[in-house]
């Protein structure tokens, strides 16, 4: 279905526009996606935009056809509506942004299937909402699984955390929970559930280079200033250090979860 | 120096306010970092603000009372202000807040000594401040020497760069130079010196791990969406790539940059 909206009051404009927002976000199940190769990741991905928004007249563009051409398939509505009222939305001014907007994906500790990867990550209490789509687009390109977000962390369907996952947010598997919902989940009915967790830490650790890693192998990474909590670390099932020369004791958490997860790859 | 401050207008406040602005920065030729941990860390890097400011009557802390003598002694001003003001000028409401101000650093390519260090990070037209800042980060992490900014990037003495590099601002050396200043720089006048020139690429590629790293070894990464331009690969000395096996073709250019020091770290 297409659809021209030409007034800033439109319902739809005020929709779109509070999907910026993490409570309407979060009460819509609703967010947002901009840009043309971002919405192709998705498509290609098989997450389609319930809605696409564009300026009436936009250049064309052969993928920007085919997004149409799905989004309508699908039952979608293609929404054209004046350079203004785009640059509202998208809080950028460029004739030529594509937003699109996809229910929110179900981030259930069970939509996740273990055996599917040699490598997840896992954050706790990550705050920084482009640390956590640079985990996500790490996690895609060392073939991990997705990324578990522990406790209360950044809103993986944030504006900043889909712009830079650089697409991975379509990829990777997402889920949320708290630290007692993950670890009995993570060791199994009967505690012996396959599956090694891993933190960098300065406690009891091993040199992360030559550790021995064991697929699947979840990495944990904490919270930007305070890290993990010693709990969590003394529930590994192996702690890592990396060196640190200078004179900072830490590493920014998606650099830490990087570094290790391409550790990882080199050595299962 | 002691003073009070207690009106908006007063020209001080207005000079603070300004440095969030990278215009007014260039001008002073000053930046502005906050945090009693940040500004100790300068300190003891040897780096002294010429103003340090604070709420009158904010809380005593063995690290500020030292800092303030340190300044005092160096003839720089100490700032006492209210709340409100404070806030203004840290844009964080935080009566806790303290903030320096500093002369910027010279960054000419001279002041860069290669053989201080085994590795130097190279960074070619980054934009993102908070890149920049956990370039830094990482740079100390690994024992690099410093930071060398290649044309137009973001400006290391920006709030954002200097809190995301947690310190390693005052710790890291830092260098400004456009590619034509710097490739001449790097080889020498006889274009013997010692200095390898490594980058992430994709064409005529190395695998990254394993690759014969030598030091001085400068590690360059390019623009976040463009990457580097051709040329500046071609004039690499070893050009390496790093497993992608997902959708994406790339890393950020910051976990980039962090995975291959690493490397080098583990290699040298």
């Given at each position: 279905m297409r659809?021209?909206?030409?007034?800033?009051?439109?319902?739809?404009?005020?929709?779109?526009?509070?999907?910026?927002?993490?409570?309407?976000?979060?009460?819509?199940?609703?967010?947002?996606?901009?840009?043309?190769?971002l919405l192709t990741d998705a498509r290609e991905s098989g997450r389609t935009p319930e809605m696409l928004v564009m300026a009436s007249g936009r250049e064309e563009h052969p993928l920007l056809t085919s997004l149409i051409?799905?989004?309508?398939?699908?039952?979608?509505?293609?929404?054209?509506?004046?350079?203004?009222?785009?640059?509202k939305i998208t809080g950028k001014d460029n004739p030529q942004a594509v937003a699109g907007v996809f229910a929110e994906f179900d981030t259930a500790l069970s939509t996740i299937d273990r055996s599917a990867a040699p490598i997840w990550l896992v954050a706790q209490a990550l705050r920084d909402p482009g640390n956590l789509g640079t985990m996500l687009r790490t996690g895609?390109?060392?073939?991990?699984?997705?990324?578990?977000?522990?406790?209360?962390?950044?809103?993986?369907?944030?504006?900043?955390?889909?712009?830079?996952?650089?697409?991975?947010?379509?990829t990777q598997s997402i889920a949320q929970a708290t630290w007692s919902e993950f670890l009995p989940w993570?060791?199994?009915?009967?505690?012996?559930?396959?599956?090694?967790?891993?933190?960098?830490?300065?406690?009891?650790?091993?040199?992360?280079?030559?550790?021995?890693?064991?697929?699947?192998?979840?990495?944990?990474?904490?919270?930007?200033?305070?890290?993990?909590?010693?709990?969590y670390e003394a529930a590994c099932d192996l702690r890592v250090t990396m060196p640190m020369k200078g004179r900072a004791d830490s590493l920014n958490a998606a650099i830490a979860g990087a570094v290790l997860a391409y550790e990882v790859l080199a050595s299962l």
């Open positions: 659809r021209e909206i030409t007034g800033f009051s439109n319902p739809t404009v005020k929709l779109l526009r509070s999907l910026r927002d993490k409570k309407h976000r979060k009460r819509e199940r609703r967010f947002l996606a901009e840009g043309l190769r051409e799905t989004v309508e398939r699908a039952g979608g509505e293609v929404v054209e509506t004046t350079p203004d009222i785009l640059s895609d390109a060392v073939g991990a699984g997705g990324l578990i977000l522990i406790d209360e962390c950044a809103d993986p369907f944030s504006v900043e955390a889909v712009r830079a996952s650089m697409g991975a947010v379509f993570l060791r199994g009915p009967d505690g012996r559930s396959e599956g090694q967790l891993v933190a960098a830490s300065l406690r009891d650790a091993v040199p992360y280079r030559g550790a021995p890693y064991q697929a699947p192998c979840f990495l944990l990474v904490g919270n930007e200033s305070r890290g993990l909590p010693e709990e």
